[in-house]
């Protein structure tokens, strides 16, 4: 055996144990999520019948006590809502890919979002190239990564704005870009935002573009974004086309 050959090996081999010791880790943290949701539910199911119980008392204390009922009630709904985009996050591995079409995928998103946008006064634009090539792809799972996405953008934009939203080949391949006029994010953002529970809303879980990327990625693709404060961002998602859909 040469010298050189022992240090690749002790690579290769490390990396194997650190992921094998992801793996585990991400499995057992799948696990706690699932075992707090059943008690979680029972105390939703608690605290909206012991509301229930005490909107019925005659007491000074019936509205202070209704109050803080509710805010249990709220955070529990949060902790539901954490639950459910972590677990989807986390269980997140090989998904069977048949042919389809990414602007079949994006219009029915942006329909999902169309009142949601009218309501906002966001004009949506849409630029999709009508000869483009097929992908591989899972349609539910894509268009939860697409929905994360879109999502943003009408929360980034909040009371008005332009989302422009293009389609269009590429060498290889083809690509859909999101360009909203919301505020933009400084660096420090744009560097963490991809991170797991990194938000800067208040009750964001901060899972949206960590779970965009991963499905993504498990189609091949790639996501990557410019972003500017005071003028908005640009995310642009890039697919393979198997030559034998080209
Ligand atoms: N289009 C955008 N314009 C401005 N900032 C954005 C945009 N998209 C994402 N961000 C920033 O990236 C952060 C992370 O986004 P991500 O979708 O992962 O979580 P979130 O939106 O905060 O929470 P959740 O998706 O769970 O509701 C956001 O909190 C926001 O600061
Ligand atoms: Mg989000």
Not at 75 to 85: K, T, Y
Not at 93 to 110: A, C, S
Not at 173 to 183: Q, S
Not at 213 to 222: L, N, S, T, V
Request: hydrophobic share 40%; with cysteine.
């Amino acid at each position: 055996m040469t010298d050189d050959v022992l240090p690749h090996k002790r690579d290769a081999e490390s990396s194997e144990t650190i992921r094998r010791q992801y793996d585990e880790l991400a499995e057992l943290a799948g696990s706690l999520a699932h075992e707090i949701k059943n008690p979680l539910s029972v105390i939703h199911m608690n605290i909206d019948l012991l509301s229930e119980e005490l909107a019925e008392l005659d007491s000074p204390m019936r509205q202070r006590a209704l109050n803080k009922a509710d805010i249990v009630r709220q955070q529990c709904e949060r902790m539901q809502a954490l639950l459910r985009d972590f677990l989807r996050f986390a269980r997140l591995r090989e998904i069977d890919l048949t042919p389809g079409n990414l602007n079949d995928q994006i219009d029915r998103v942006l329909r999902a979002y169309e009142a949601q946008a009218d309501q906002d006064n966001v004009d949506i634009k849409r630029y999709l190239d009508a000869d483009l090539p097929s992908i591989m792809l899972h349609s539910d799972t894509l268009q939860s990564a697409l929905m994360n996405l879109v999502k943003n953008a009408l929360e980034a934009m909040g009371r008005g704005g332009q989302l422009v939203v293009r389609t269009y080949s590429t060498r290889g391949g083809v690509a859909l870009e999101l360009i909203d006029d919301g505020p933009g994010m400084e660096d420090s953002t744009v560097i963490h935002m991809f991170e797991p529970f990194y938000s800067t809303k208040t009750g964001g879980s901060g899972l949206g573009l960590p779970t965009a990327r991963k499905i993504i990625e498990a189609h091949g693709g790639g996501i990557t974004v410019q972003s500017e404060p005071g003028r908005g961002t640009r995310f642009v998602l890039a697919f393979p086309v198997p030559r034998r859909l080209s």
